[in-house]
């Protein structure tokens, strides 16, 4: 049976919770999900799976705007978001904290999103919000190496092969989602420009890449807004 994370953050309340979901088959699109607060509703469009909220976990306030999610043995593991650390959280089933891990060699300039592969996690510092910057990183590190309490990355860095500067709030250089398809990194675009996310592929192997777009999808937009972790 396959998994659906979904990590919801109200930094203003300081409500932060983590809804697991079973799936009963594989999900095509992760096309208008909303999670609710009080009471819990999800509300789903365009699934080809039916979808049971298995569990709902409140977070400690150290994650006070989770920004990725990520399972691997009997641990999920979590980042913040943009003006916190540069350390990732490592979680019980339960929700409890039982690390933070510190990645020595890097910054928590705007941190977007987990992915994984059978050999490595990879965090995206790949946020640009106003449109500032045209070069980004995504950390890679070992699972082998997340039982100690600081580790040092292997990096991936990437520019927009397509940048264009400017339009502060209408440009289309914002990323809050990666995947790793295979031997590669597939970024989604969040696209406030033209309201159509586009895809990034790159190799998954650190080095510096110039990646251009290789599909335009409107749909594509809604799940790169949010923080749907399909396991």
């Known amino acids: 049976m396959n998994q659906l994370l979904i990590s919801f953050s109200s930094k203003a309340k300081g409500n932060v919770l983590s809804v ?9 699109w992760y096309c208008h999900v909303c999670l ?3 009471p819990f509703i999800i509300i789903t469009d365009s699934f080809s799976a039916e979808l049971k909220v298995r569990d ?6 150290v994650v006070d705007e989770t920004s990725g999610l990520a399972s691997h043995g009997n641990f999920i593991y979590t980042i913040n978001d943009s003006g916190n650390s540069n350390s990732l959280h490592k979680l019980s089933r339960e929700g409890e904290i039982l690390d ?18 059978e050999k490595y996690l990879y965090i995206a510092d790949a946020g ?21 309490l600081e ?24 990323a809050g989602a990666i995947s ?15 309201r159509n996310s586009r895809l990034y592929r790159f190799p998954k192997e650190p080095g510096t890449y110039l990646p251009m777009p290789s599909r335009l999808s ?6 790169a807004n949010g923080r749907f972790h399909y396991l």
Not at 128 to 148: A, K
């Open 218 to 223: 409107a749909h594509l937009s809604k799940v």
């Open 36 to 38: 609710i607060l009080f």
């Open 20 to 28: 697991e979901i079973c799936a009963v088959n594989d999900i095509s």
């Open 151 to 174: 580790v040092e990355a292997e990096l991936i860095k990437f520019s927009y092969g397509d940048y264009i500067p400017g339009r502060v709030t209408r440009h289309n250089f914002d």
């Open 128 to 148: 640009n919000n106003l449109n500032r910057r045209n070069r980004f990183t995504i950390y890679r590190v070992p699972w082998s190496e997340l039982d100690n």
């Open 56 to 61: 709902a976990l409140k977070l400690s306030t």
């Open 100 to 117: 933070s891990i510190l990645i020595s060699n890097a910054e928590n300039i705007d941190w977007e999103s987990l992915a994984q592969d």
């Open 180 to 194: 790793i398809r295979g031997d590669e990194v597939w970024l989604f675009s969040k696209n406030r420009g033209d």
